[in-house]
């Protein structure tokens, strides 16, 4: 049922708005009003979080999942940063399988594959027509249980079991608040000049063990697992810098074959990984802990985008559990950081095209009661590339041009 889309106005402590503010914008496809038409179109609820002066803005589904659909930096006739997937919404239909939403942050649980996966049941050839995401992360919704001056919190309880049969009982709990420019200045350490439009929220990801057992690496561990979808372009390249002082393999490029060089560089000078996107070449790459650094992301040249994510790198010994499918060396030898460049599949078929960059949390190793939480924050700041400059510089160590030059 459709309830009418709720605003969360951060200028105004915790009022509440029960009508969109008007906006004398054209409603074209690619910005962020046209989103918010969409699905309002389709009759599906929406929470939005509108930073003071309107122009940052948040939009929320709660039925997929407290999914964080899209954002914008400039208001409505602003651009629409994540990736949604129109055809299908509109279609109405429901795939017993996954259903490809879109959305620029979802919440998924690890590992995918491997004898701890949760998206195959046991004893079943870990292949694409094997695959099934969990209801709870693909078709049930997350209610909300909260609302705070700047935030909205969602939670549910589910139990899954894994390929190996073993049985979790879990609450999952999910906020996200609306950061407003200082808070974004402190946590990247930068000053946002003139010139730039900025919008940014934080998640806060909680997994708690609801059972009467303690979750142990032999029965599995789940991990939170965040993946946002945004648009490609010829003109975009993610970024990732990583630990030049760390150990083991800097990257991992072969989860659906070895990426082609023109397409992965990694600079050993810099300590920074490149990879091309644009929506043409099915590829995914993983960072693993022992590079890990707790910042990545991506420019797009043409739109002088560029978005950032951060998020919670733990200290001492952890376990990320790995999620490549099949049979498996070490099941928690998995990536902290992943990006992946869609394109068409060997039969032809496309599902975007988007791109994502996921960021995953320690394996839960939890006793009952006990919780682990997995924090991110996604920032967008757009507008004249002498500011970005400045920003890039400060955070990566390099210009603009070691980004945009790559490919």
């Given at each position: 049922m459709k309830i009418s889309n709720i605003i969360i106005c951060a200028g105004i402590c915790g009022l509440l708005c029960?009508?969109?503010?008007?906006?004398?914008?054209?409603?074209?496809?690619?910005?962020?009003?046209?989103?918010?038409?969409?699905?309002e179109s389709q009759k599906i609820e929406t929470l939005e979080l509108v930073g003071e002066n309107g122009q940052a803005r948040v939009l929320i589904?709660?039925?997929?999942?407290?999914?964080?659909?899209?954002?914008?930096?400039?208001?409505?006739?602003?651009?629409?940063?994540?990736w949604i997937n129109h055809k299908w919404i509109a279609s109405g239909k429901l795939s017993s399988q996954f259903n490809p939403f879109g959305g620029e942050e979802r919440f998924w649980l690890g590992p995918e594959g491997g004898k701890f996966s949760w998206y195959f049941e046991p004893g079943v050839e870990q292949v694409y027509s094997?695959?099934?995401?969990?209801?709870?992360?693909?078709?049930?919704?997350?209610?909300?249980?909260?609302?705070?001056?700047?935030?909205f919190t969602f939670g549910r309880k589910a139990t899954l079991k894994n390929a190996s049969g073993t049985e979790f009982r879990m609450e999952i709990q999910r906020r996200?608040?609306?950061?407003?420019?200082?808070?974004?200045?402190?946590?990247?350490?930068?000053?946002?000049?003139?010139?730039?439009?900025?919008?940014?929220?934080?998640?806060?990801?909680?997994?708690?063990?609801?059972?009467?057992?303690?979750?142990?690496?032999?029965?599995?561990?789940?991990?939170?697992?965040?993946?946002?979808?945004?648009?490609?372009?010829?003109?975009t390249t993610v970024f990732i810098p990583y630990n030049k002082a760390g150990s083991g393999k800097i990257v991992n490029d072969e989860y659906f074959g070895k990426v082609p060089a023109e397409r992965l560089i990694v600079d050993e000078t810099e300590g920074i990984i490149y990879f091309k996107i644009d929506g043409e070449y099915r590829s995914k790459i993983g960072l693993p802990l022992g590079r890990a650094l707790e910042i990545c992301g991506s420019y797009?040249?043409?739109?002088?985008?560029?978005?950032?994510?951060?998020?919670?790198?733990?200290?001492?010994?952890?376990?990320?559990?790995?999620?490549q499918w099949g049979e498996q060396e070490d099941?928690?030898?998995?990536?902290?950081?992943?990006?992946?460049?869609?394109?068409?599949?060997?039969?032809?078929?496309?599902?975007?095209?988007?791109?994502?960059?996921?960021?995953?949390?320690?394996?839960?190793?939890?006793?009952?009661?006990?919780?682990?939480?997995?924090?991110?924050?996604?920032?967008?700041?757009?507008?004249?590339?002498?500011?970005?400059?400045?920003?890039?510089?400060?955070?990566?160590?390099?210009?603009?041009?070691?980004?945009?030059?790559r490919f």
């Open positions: 029960s009508c969109r503010t008007p906006e004398n914008t054209k409603e074209m496809s690619g910005t962020y009003q046209y989103d918010v038409d969409f699905f589904v709660p039925d997929y999942q407290a999914r964080v659909m899209t954002s914008t930096a400039s208001g409505g006739s602003g651009d629409s940063y994540g094997n695959w099934k995401v969990p209801a709870v992360i693909d078709t049930e919704g997350f209610p909300l249980i909260e609302r705070g001056p700047r935030s996200i608040s609306l950061l407003n420019q200082s808070q974004m200045e402190a946590s990247l350490g930068v000053k946002l000049g003139a010139g730039l439009k900025t919008v940014a929220y934080q998640t806060e990801n909680t997994l708690v063990n609801r059972g009467e057992k303690a979750w142990s690496r032999e029965g599995g561990l789940p991990s939170i697992w965040l993946l946002g979808m945004f648009n490609p372009s010829k003109t797009d040249s043409e739109k002088k985008l560029l978005t950032l994510l951060k998020y919670t790198l733990p200290e001492g010994e952890v376990h990320y559990v790995n999620g099941p928690f030898n998995g990536d902290v950081i992943n990006s992946y460049n869609d394109g068409p599949t060997d039969d032809g078929t496309i599902m975007g095209p988007f791109y994502e960059v996921e960021t995953s949390s320690p394996g839960a190793e939890l006793k009952p009661g006990e919780s682990l939480t997995h924090t991110q924050q996604v920032f967008h700041i757009q507008g004249e590339e002498a500011a970005i400059e400045e920003i890039v510089r400060k955070l990566l160590g390099v210009g603009l041009k070691n980004i945009t030059g």
